[in-house]
């Protein structure tokens, strides 16, 4: 069964830009969750969608998006990019009712200059 | 508000000596426990979950954690390190408002010959 695949793997943009990662579920899961990796704050949730409906969002600025479609792929968007965007930006997906276990992908390396 | 703190951002182990990494939550309800490890230039991959069922947990690669409420801790640990345990270890605890993880900043643990 293939895993979580986030595209793409790696990505420079510059400030002031916009940009958007994808995250393909393992199959059979619903629900995606999108978490920032920065070496100063961590990992941080950013966003959880199931049947395409934004269930939860953590504490990012409204620069911040997602969505997902029919098929459970989901985005997430990043528009007017700044410095401190810059971060691995990891997606997870699990099954419905069996949250305590989540798959996550290999992560997107955003870089912003 | 839930929250993990790690003790020790890096530990030294040599190969096969005794692996200990610490964890200290937080919560004002039963809380669901997490230990992940990330691999260079990889995404998360889960260790082992404490849900409230018994309180040692094993998990893979010979990891293994005890949720000990008194202390509210839920410690790592291995018996025998491996050159090939080397990479971060994070602890997260399950936000009790929904499925999103709270995670701590991470220990690093590195295995010498």
């Known amino acids: 069964k293939a895993g979580v695949t986030q595209t793409p793997r790696y990505l420079i943009k510059t400030r002031g830009q916009q940009v958007t990662l994808s995250c393909s579920p393992i199959?059979?899961?619903?629900?995606v969750s999108w978490y920032q990796q920065t070496p100063g704050q961590g990992l941080q949730f950013l966003f959880e969608?199931?049947?395409?409906?934004?269930?939860n969002k953590g504490n990012f600025p409204g620069r911040f998006s997602g969505r997902q479609f029919s098929n459970s792929r989901s985005e997430m968007n990043v528009s007017t990019l700044e410095l401190g965007d810059s971060a691995l930006y990891l997606c997870a997906s699990y099954r419905t009712g069996n949250t305590d276990t989540q798959y996550f992908g290999p992560g997107t390396r955003l870089t912003v200059l | 508000a839930q929250s993990v703190t790690q003790l020790g951002s890096h530990v030294s182990v040599s190969e096969g000596a005794l692996v200990l990494l610490r964890c200290n939550y937080s919560s004002s309800v039963p809380p669901y426990l997490f230990w992940y490890v990330q691999y260079p230039n990889q995404g998360l991959q889960l260790l082992l979950k404490y849900t409230s069922a018994a309180t040692l947990v094993k998990g893979i690669n010979g990891f293994e954690a005890e949720f000990k409420k008194s202390e509210t801790s839920f410690h790592l640990t291995k018996p025998s390190a491996h050159m090939s345990d080397a990479a971060e270890y994070f602890c997260a605890v399950k936000d009790q408002a929904g499925t999103a993880l709270i995670f701590g900043k991470g220990t690093t643990l590195s295995v010498s010959s």
């Open positions: 969608y199931f049947s395409e409906t934004q269930r």
């Open positions: 199959s059979g899961h619903r629900s």
